[in-house]
T-cell receptor
């Protein structure tokens, strides 16, 4: 069964450093998403991406965040200058383009900013 | 604005007993409703969804959920709990009226099935 994969599984970084989180969505999916889950809190939507552009984003997704599909398989989330409050589990998801397609989530990247 | 409420942080149930995990929602239009499960150190796994039609939706691992429009609820149920069902369960909603695909999640309910 096809899966969404994410790398790395864990990332530790210093405050102010840039990080790139990587995701490989399910191959025939065309919608891609990033969500995050701060420890003990709910899963929150960050951004969705379709046809090589952002389709929706939340107020969390400010100028320090960017997304990219650098090739035919990867989907990345870049955090330009990490803050302590960026520490969270980041989930990538993908879905097809039907009216109500299910979003399938990857295992997550746990980011710790020191 | 869309929102999801899971009123119970923790649900404990004995193995073999029926289980219910509660979820209520608020949307401006028609809701699309989802349940996901998260096992330790794992991502979110899709269990089931409600789009339209029959109010009782059947999903993976013997789970089902009942959509109740008048009560704006979408409770997750299973007739006989297994120890392996112990996990964190998230209810999520998508508001068809907004046209946006993003999901709004509840805060999660930790289910513990006691042997």
């Amino acid at each position: 069964e096809p899966e969404v994969t994410q790398t790395p599984s864990h990332q530790v970084t210093q405050m102010g450093q840039e990080v790139i989180l990587r995701c490989v969505p399910i191959s025939n999916h065309l919608y891609f998403y990033w969500y995050r889950q701060i420890l003990g809190q709910k899963v929150e939507f960050l951004v969705s991406f379709y046809n090589n552009e952002i389709s929706e984003k939340s107020e969390i997704f400010d100028d320090q965040f960017s997304v990219e599909r650098p090739d035919g398989s990867n989907f990345t989330l870049k955090i330009r200058s990490t803050k302590l409050e960026d520490s969270a589990m980041y989930f990538c998801a993908s879905s097809g383009t039907g009216v109500v397609e299910t979003q399938y989530f990857g295992p997550g990247t746990r980011l710790l900013v020191l | 604005a869309q929102s999801v409420a899971q009123p119970e942080d923790q649900v404990n149930v004995a193995e073999g007993n029926p289980l219910t995990v509660k979820c209520t929602y608020s949307v401006s239009g028609n809701p699309y409703l989802f349940w996901y499960v998260q096992y330790p150190n794992r991502g979110l796994q899709f269990l089931l969804k409600y789009i339209t039609g029959d109010n009782l939706v059947k999903g993976s691992y013997g789970f089902e959920a009942e959509f109740n429009k008048s009560q704006t609820s979408f409770h997750l149920k299973k007739p006989s709990a297994l120890v392996s069902d112990s996990a964190l369960y998230f209810c999520a909603v998508r508001d068809l009226q907004t046209g946006a695909n993003n999901l709004f999640f509840g805060t999660g309910t930790r289910l513990t099935v006691i042997p």
